[in-house]
């Protein structure tokens, strides 16, 4: 079963603009991480922030945890055509399980 | 550096058939996770191999099985096929020294059970 949800299931947005995802999940946590998956090929990491964190930076990326809300948002700062692709963000469990739990994805589309 | 690898890329399979998939992980990594994929979804969990043994294992029946080798390659065996097990298969590697925070993922498997 899925962690949690991701909001919005599907974004469109014009180049330059910010995009925003949110990732909500169920259980205690050692990490949260987004990874990109573009046309269903394997996931790229692109950031992991750890329970203790609340916010974190990575070039155009930003991401924040609120642990008491069991959330954590992804922003990518002035998108890119090649940003076009599915986000998910998972789990690493604080239960000393090494698996990764995903959200179910937001797509996005990034016109140019 | 080479990273995690796959084979096959795509692989046609009909019901009742046995399939094998491979893995090669990350070099310096010594653990291999595998998850299921399905259209418009996230992964899910099937098991992770350490030194050669399944040391967890999600919800998935025993027709999932799978084995990994001294090299820490890895393979995934899937009996009986279901036409519910057409999805994107993806192997990721992680290494303990790390944590195994950080899964990195082959560019995936795509089974298709006619």
């Known amino acids: 079963s899925q962690q949690g949800e991701e909001d919005p299931q599907a974004l469109s947005i014009q180049e330059g603009e910010n995009a925003t995802m949110n990732c909500s999940y169920k259980t205690s946590i050692n990490n949260l991480q987004w990874y990109r998956q573009n046309s269903g090929r394997g996931l790229v990491h692109l950031i992991l922030i750890r329970s203790n964190e609340r916010e974190k930076h990575s070039g155009r990326l930003r991401v924040t945890l609120d642990t008491s809300k069991k959330s954590s948002s992804l922003l990518i700062t002035a998108s890119r055509a090649a940003d076009t692709a599915s986000y998910f963000c998972a789990t690493l469990g604080g239960d000393s399980s090494y698996k990764l739990i995903f959200g179910s994805g937001t797509r996005l589309l990034v016109r140019p | 550096d080479a990273g995690v690898t796959q084979s096959p890329t795509h692989l046609i399979k009909t019901r009742g058939q046995q399939v094998t998939l491979r893995c090669s992980p990350k070099s310096g990594h010594d653990t291999v996770s595998w998850y299921q994929q399905a259209l418009g979804q996230g992964p899910q969990f099937i098991f992770q191999?350490?030194?050669?043994?399944?040391?967890q294992r999600g919800n998935f029946p025993d027709r999932f099985s799978g084995h990994q080798f001294p090299n820490y390659s890895s393979e995934l065996n899937v009996n009986a096929l279901l036409l519910g097990d057409s999805a994107l298969y993806l192997c990721?590697?992680?290494?303990?020294?790390?944590?195994?925070?950080?899964?990195?993922f082959g560019p995936g498997t795509r089974l298709l059970v006619l």
């Open positions: 191999y350490y030194e050669e043994e399944e040391r």
């Open positions: 990721a590697s992680s290494d303990t020294g790390q944590l195994r925070e950080t899964q990195y």
